[in-house]
């Protein structure tokens, strides 16, 4: 160790971190750092990759030939939105991990002594869950196809109801960010996938229509945000959409409801986690 | 020439929930020097280190790194300062060059430069084998290493250096010693906390000594060693003789504490220079054949355990320590190099410890 270490005054001084250049590059850094994680560890992806295929499969050819569709049309094509809401919303459960360990490992410490824009800790980690969300989307549309799934619309309105489900559960990852930074533990914040993210998904249309559900739960499903979604994507790729037939607002208007629940739910959740995030901070 | 202080601390305080952690600490290190803060765990160390960068707020009281108010402008503060904290404070799952280009990307190095940098630095570490291997694979001494890398990223001009060798084996210590001694010939300013008397000894300017969240203790090492004195003298004589203790009693302070049948004899002395020729001198007048004759100067240790309280036994040293020291002069500063053990330890810990009462 000859060479110089460390020179003073210091020639290289960083680059400011206030302008937005460097919170995008630092958010950037920590979206690059949180798929790294993901490709050292795959099994974290099994969410996103393995379970849709289970599902797809399980609902499909085991449940799908007892499900009749008020109004008529295939189970599978009904099916596919379900399976992919289902499955980018229980997904979110790994940004509530995620963030949670890092706040229980030695490595916020780090984070907190430098220069950086602190919320890309925040941004990168859902920015991240966004892009295997989109790697979810994908395996779940070749998967439909290949099991018979086929969408009825134009190019560009089935794009937009892909777009719809992965904004709502970007907004979900907001709520997953305040669980994660409010939990005692990475386990603690895995119990929020149990009692919150699994109830969410099937107490909707996902699966099943609602209209076999007894009035109390059918009432409930109908105004779940995951029920317009399903709605939503099931209209813009012009598949079977019982709910349609349902006078509650949300399923006579899903579009609408699903874009109002998303953004809603984005307003209150990702400032909520910028509150928790900078509270977590103070020492 | 008023040399520039680097870090500033007044009066500062800081409790968690019941625990007083610092309860008012005053230190400043000057420009291009390493200052040794020195304590028992739970002392209120990490906690200063917290609260200079930027990690923690105190109750009360004044901070300054850099000449930047560490309360008044944090994100300032972060430009200047490198951090190796006491718990590794790195990402398991990356390579060691990726954990380092993070940390370059997040300081807004840019990612060319942070990737030089990175491959700079792991070859300075001597980690350039080991750099595309996954965190998990890595020693406690390379990750400690890597850690220092880390805090180095950006040349920083103020370095905190949080117990970084707590539970190294010797080779790594030695290792990571080299590299903060290193740091000192770029003028880089440090601030190193550390349980270990002898790494303070080894490595500081300066010494801090904090004990239950106040300082008890300011100086160099060697202004701390001679604020204790509690040299001691000790004589082994070839054979008892009647008339050794009357021989050396004018030129001890207080008793002399006899053992091993009348052959060792030991006393605290004030160190003086030509007190080993004045003792043997007077043994020789009595007609007193001398083996061995060692005044030993207090290490830190004795320092340490008389300011903090320490529990020390009346003991004669363990009959290895003795022997294994032998010289004939008088030692001017004999310094342990302790084993990496906690001075607070109630077992090895204690086998430095020769009676540090004065």
Redesign the interface.
């Known amino acids: 160790m000859t060479t110089s270490v460390v020179s003073y005054p210091t020639a290289n001084r960083p680059r400011s971190g206030s302008s937005v250049f460097g919170a995008l590059s630092d958010t950037w850094a920590m979206t690059r750092r949180n798929l790294i994680h993901i490709s050292r560890e795959p099994m974290q992806l099994s969410d996103v990759t393995i379970q849709p295929v289970m599902f797809t499969v399980l609902f499909v050819y085991l449940f799908g030939g007892a499900i009749a569709l008020p109004g008529g049309g295939r189970y599978v094509d009904y099916l596919l939105a379900g399976i992919l809401a289902l499955n980018l919303v229980t997904s979110t459960m790994g940004t509530a991990v995620g963030l949670s360990t890092d706040l229980h490992e030695g490595m916020i410490d780090r984070f907190r002594t430098l220069a950086m824009w602190r919320s890309a800790v925040l941004v990168g980690r859902t920015a991240a869950d966004l892009l295997t969300s989109c790697l979810c989307a994908l395996i779940v549309g070749v998967v439909g196809l290949v099991v018979g799934w086929r969408a009825e619309a134009s190019l560009p309105s089935i794009v937009g109801g892909f777009l719809l489900v992965l904004l709502f559960s970007y907004s979900l990852t907001w709520i997953a960010a305040c669980v994660g930074l409010n939990s005692k533990s990475p386990e603690s914040a895995a119990s929020f996938g149990f009692i919150v993210l699994f109830p969410l998904a099937f107490v909707s249309n996902a699966m099943v229509p609602t209209q076999h559900m007894p009035g109390w739960l059918q009432a409930v499903a109908d105004w779940n945000p995951v029920s317009a979604v399903c709605a939503a994507a099931r209209s813009l790729w012009g598949d079977p959409n019982p709910a349609g037939s349902i006078r509650a607002w949300p399923m006579q208007h899903p579009i609408e409801a699903s874009l109002i629940w998303s953004l809603v739910i984005l307003a209150v959740a990702a400032p909520a986690a910028a509150h928790f995030f900078r509270r977590r901070m103070i020492e | 020439m008023v040399a520039e202080l680097m870090i500033e601390a007044e009066g500062l305080t800081k409790r968690y929930g019941e625990t007083e952690a610092l309860a008012g600490v005053d230190f400043s290190v000057e420009k291009g020097t390493i200052l040794g803060l020195l304590g028992p765990n739970g002392a209120g160390k990490t906690t200063a280190v ?1 609260i200079l ?5 105190p109750d009360s009281g004044r901070a300054s790194v850099a000449g930047i108010d560490v309360l008044k402008h944090p ?1 300032e503060v ?4 490198g ?1 190796a ?1 006491q ?8 390579t060691g060059r ?1 954990n380092l280009t ?2 370059g ?6 990612r060319v ?1 942070s990737r030089a940098r990175a491959t ?2 792991l070859e ?3 980690l350039t084998e080991a750099a595309d291997r ?1 965190l998990k694979g890595y020693s406690g001494g390379m990750r400690r290493r890597l850690d220092l890398a ?1 805090s ?1 990223m ?4 103020v ?1 905190f250096l949080d117990e970084p060798t707590t539970g190294l084996d010797p080779t790594s210590r030695q290792h990571v010693w ?2 903060i001694r ?2 000192l ?4 300013t440090v601030l190193l906390t550390t349980q270990y008397l002898d790494e303070a000894d080894a490595l500081a300017h300066r010494i801090v000594v904090v004990d239950r969240g106040r300082v008890i203790a300011d100086g160099t090492p060697i202004e701390l060693k001679q604020a204790s004195r509690s040299a001691r003298l000790h004589v082994t004589l070839t054979a008892p003789h009647p008339r050794a203790v009357e021989a050396i009693t004018p030129l001890v302070a207080g008793r002399v504490h006899v053992s091993d049948n009348g052959r060792r004899l030991s006393a605290g002395v004030d160190a003086s220079s030509g007190l080993a020729t004045a003792v043997v001198r007077a043994l020789d007048a009595a007609g007193v054949l001398v083996d061995n004759i060692e005044v030993r100067q207090p290490s830190l240790d004795d320092v340490f355990f008389s300011l903090t309280g320490g529990h020390i036994e009346e003991d004669e040293p363990q009959g290895g320590a003795d022997g294994s020291r032998q010289s004939d002069v008088a030692e001017e500063g004999v310094v342990e190099t302790a084993p990496a053990s906690a001075p607070r330890g109630q077992g090895d810990g204690r086998q430095q410890l020769e009676e540090a009462r004065p």
């Open positions: 917290r960068t930027t990690l923690a707020h994100a972060r430009r200047c300062i951090v904290a718990d590794a404070t790195l990402d398991p799952l990356l990726q993070l940390v990307e997040l300081s807004d190095l840019g430069a700079e630095l300075q570490f001597e996954v880390a180095l950006t040349r920083p001009p370095l080299d590299a290193e740091l010939v770029e003028g880089v």
